[in-house]
């Protein structure tokens, strides 16, 4: 389960180290917690120790490929949800890998921006379908699945834009966001660095769910916290 607390567990499988150094740097940077594996025995022993939430999962690995892995996690009962990543993009693969049970697939090369959006999308998904989507902040409450807030029981009424960027700081809850952060998980880079779109939201936000839990790091972003 990933609460508003947790720092989602993923489980990053590629023989290419360099490819598997950068997405775990760059998830861990968007608060992600990661561990790693080289080989297929390797992803089936880290998938059964470290619990993963999501694996981004290598098709061609050195002893057997990723398709095999997931068959084997899948007959094993682990339904946990898998990103296959590959340098092969053909409509076969693609359809094997949705079919064995995987639920999205990103070929090389990749932006690494897009990749942690994927993440964050199907983790979404996965909570909603496990009825894990109510994030709780003090006496804020955000359900996802009904799109509604509601502060010591008062409903709030939000722009679909308000709401999505509520949702990411109830994500990353007392994390440090900064403005091109925001930016690439709210807005997807629909706006320049130097628009103020994130000051205007943030400004909205405030006047709304009261001006206690949203604060400003001066010259680096914002961060949710629960009032002291």
């Avoid at 619990?51 to 892995?69: K, R, S, W, Y």
């Avoid at 959006?117 to 359900?143: H, M, N, Q």
């Avoid at 990411?168 to 091109?180: A, D, F, I």
């Avoid at 629909?190 to 009261?210: A, D």
């Amino acid at each position: 389960m990933m609460g508003p607390m947790d720092n989602p567990r993923v489980l990053v499988v590629d023989d290419e180290l360099n490819i598997r150094d950068l997405v775990e740097v760059a998830l861990r940077f968007h608060g992600f917690d990661v561990t790693t594996a080289g080989t297929g025995e390797e992803a089936l022993t880290r998938a059964r120790d470290a619990g993963p939430q999501l694996i981004v999962l290598d098709v061609m690995l050195p002893d057997f490929d990723g398709f095999e892995v997931c068959r084997r996690l899948r007959s094993r009962g682990d339904e946990t949800p898998v990103i296959f990543l590959t340098a092969r993009d053909t409509p076969t693969d693609t359809v094997t890998g949705l079919t064995l049970g995987g639920d999205d697939y990103v070929t090389k090369p990749f932006s690494v921006d897009a990749l942690v959006a994927r993440v964050r999308a199907v983790l979404r998904r996965s909570a909603r379908e496990t009825g894990d989507e109510i994030l709780r902040v003090a006496d804020l409450e955000l359900d996802e699945a009904r799109w509604t807030v509601r502060r010591a029981g008062a409903e709030i009424e939000l722009s679909p834009t308000e709401f999505r960027l509520l949702a990411y700081l109830m994500h990353n809850v007392g994390r440090v966001l900064t403005r091109t952060q925001l930016l690439e998980n709210v807005w997807g880079w629909e706006h320049s660095p130097s628009s103020p779109v994130v000051e205007t939201y943030v400004s909205y936000l405030r006047r709304k769910i009261g001006p206690d839990l949203i604060h400003t790091q001066r010259g680096v972003g914002y961060a949710l916290r629960p009032p002291s």
